[in-house]
């Protein structure tokens, strides 16, 4: 049995919300110079990540299936004068990076993790089994353009961010426990999405033999 | 970040390189060849001639069907037999690509026949589908460090009971979408990479490349140990310049190596600064060792360079001899380079060393179990 005890909990679901939207919503809470660099998804994934208050010692994983749509269709869409910036804003955990090299902020550990049907279970997992003290569980997507049109980007964007630790700390919100057993399953993304973002509990089998159990004090 | 726990063997292990499989591009690299080629940096749209090292008969386009997907099934056909997706045979699919360049000949010439594998999620899923893989297959992306990360997520797995034996595989084969990128940042031109030497201006090559390996707690030759990662998180395409981020991936690295005679197989990808860092924080970190690197010949393959050059460098331990720093040339970053190749059989183990964009950094050592 895996465990992870729930810190602190951070979920933004901008919905229909534009880009140019959301990058207004979200400037203020960055440097004035480093927001106007940061990529869209870079705002959304940061700012989540920003409420754990990552620190040097905490590992982080980073769940997201498409990552940089829209840094990856402008770097594209910018040949054959390929831009060195959008170049290196499109790899995949340019969001959370974006946020920590702003804060100048070094961790031991960033797991990036992508995938399908098994990524909520997958980077769950992930987190349960990193030796740090804390884990910074975070995670997003944003709704593609072009690339949507291809089914190669999210139909939607959102963000969150879990802290957690497999010590219960003085007020935790709630646990995360992956356990074994019999039976097949799958967890998207989103679905975990929606779940941290509804404060919900869950039980549900999110991958082959694996029971996941969300539970909120 | 450490790893405390026991010991991981590593059962089986492959790569493929466009200098052949892991004992020929091994031969290769002890003969000092080259598989760095100048080629068009846009491919079918021309562009400066840049070093790169394609597959033999693979073109920079993407193709339809992809090359690529030839070349990694031809790869995993060595994989042992097994329940590999299954609940106790996790996979740890890492790369830094997967299937980009479809996305890019998507967008550039129109042919939705691209989109089919042109995401992670998609490329992984019929990668699985061709290999007969299950479910359980993670895919990590962390740039030029994503093979570390398959690798300690693949121990993880092992040494929390949850596997009987876990497979890592990564793959990176180039398109003009990374060649024009590494091109923009202006670090590859037409200059060919020197790892390791000191010259008025840093060059990189790129490569193709894919390589395999199953990891299991009970069997197998050899032993994986010591793995760290770290993330300066300092700029996207530097490293700060005291060299702290190298040190700190390599203390935990030092500390498993302590009492063993190791040589350490650098990233080296030819540019000047890193180099430098590198070189130095390999001779504070293991005084004795010498520094050897392969970008030199085999291009930097990126994502999947952590597990080629692990392939390699298990190669150079069963030969008994170590391939030097090919297309290296005096005067070197430091007086523990080696240029040359040499006699490892007074060693007990290699290290292993990658880095990234982000500042970061992964390390390991091997050696027989």
Same mark, same amino acid.
């Given at each position: 049995m895996l465990e992870l005890h729930i810190h602190s909990a951070f979920a933004d679901d901008p919905g229909e919300e534009a880009p140019a939207a959301t990058r207004e919503r979200l400037k203020g809470c960055f440097p004035a110079g480093a927001a106007r660099r940061m990529t869209t998804l870079g705002m959304l994934v940061g700012n989540a990540v920003a409420r754990a208050q990552p620190s040097p010692g905490d590992a982080i994983v980073y769940a997201s299936g498409y990552a940089e749509s829209r840094a990856l269709e402008d770097f594209i869409d910018s040949?054959? *004068? *390929?831009s060195p910036t959008l170049f290196q804003t499109s790899i995949q955990p340019s969001a959370v990076q974006q946020l920590m090299i702003g804060r100048q902020t070094p961790v031991d550990e960033l797991m990036p993790l992508s995938g399908g049907a098994l990524l909520a279970f997958q980077a769950l997992r992930a987190a349960a089994l990193s030796p740090a003290q804390r884990v910074i569980v975070c995670g997003g997507e944003e709704r593609g353009t072009w690339l949507l049109e291809h089914k190669l980007a999210s139909e939607r964007t959102y963000a969150f961010a879990l802290a957690a630790a497999k010590a219960p700390g003085a007020a935790p919100l709630g646990l995360v426990r992956l356990e074994p057993r019999d039976g097949g399953g799958e967890l998207g993304l989103s679905a975990l999405f929606d779940a941290l973002r509804d404060r919900r509990n869950l039980d549900c089998q999110a991958a082959a033999g694996w029971r996941l159990l969300i539970e909120w004090r | 970040m450490a790893e405390p726990a026991a010991p991981v063997r590593i059962v089986a292990y492959g790569c493929s390189t466009p200098l052949g499989d892991a004992a020929a591009t091994h031969a290769a690299l002890l003969r000092g060849d080259r598989a760095l080629r100048p080629v068009?940096? =846009?491919? !079918?749209?021309?562009?400066d001639p840049v070093p790169l090292a394609l597959m033999p008969g693979r073109l920079l386009d993407e193709e339809d069907p992809p090359a690529w997907m030839a070349a990694v099934k031809s790869l995993c056909a060595a994989v042992p037999a097994g329940d590999w997706g299954g609940p106790r045979r996790p996979v740890f699919l890492t790369g830094s690509n997967f299937g980009v360049g479809g996305v890019y000949a998507l967008r550039r010439f129109g042919s939705a026949a691209f989109a089919r594998w042109g995401a992670p999620p998609a490329c992984a899923e019929r990668l699985g589908a061709e290999l007969g893989w299950g479910p359980d297959v993670s895919v990590l992306s962390l740039a030029c460090v994503s093979a570390h990360l398959g690798l300690l997520q693949a121990s993880r797995v092992l040494q929390a009971g949850l596997a009987d034996e876990s497979l890592v595989v990564s793959f990176d084969f180039l398109s003009p979408f990374v060649a024009g990128g590494f091109h923009a940042l202006k670090i590859l031109n037409a200059e060919f990479p020197s790892p390791y030497s000191e010259r008025p201006t840093g060059a990189i090559g790129l490569g193709d490349g894919a390589a395999f390996a199953v990891l299991s =707690?009970? !069997?197998?030759?050899f032993a994986i140990e010591g793995q760290s990662l770290f993330n300066e998180m300092h700029h996207f395409t530097a490293n700060r310049q005291d060299g702290s981020g190298f040190a700190r991936c390599l203390e935990p690295t030092a500390r498993a190596a302590r009492g063993r005679r190791v040589w350490f197989k650098g990233h080296g990808t030819g540019t000047l600064e890193a180099g430098r860092l590198e070189v130095a924080s390999a001779a504070r970190a293991f005084p004795s060792a010498p520094v050897v690197g392969w970008k030199g010949s085999l291009g930097h393959t990126l994502g999947s360079c952590g597990l080629v050059e692990m392939a390699v460098a298990l190669e150079s331990i069963r030969s008994g001899r170590t391939p030097g720093t090919v297309a290296g040339a005096p005067p070197s970053m430091g007086a523990n380079v080696s240029m040359q190749g040499f006699d490892n059989r007074g060693y007990d183990a290699a290290v292993c060393a990658s880095n990234a964009f982000g500042g970061a950094h992964g390390a390991f050592m091997i050696g027989h179990a």
């Open positions: 040949f054959p *004068a *390929a | 068009p940096v =846009l491919g !079918r749209e021309g562009g =707690l009970d !069997r197998g030759e």
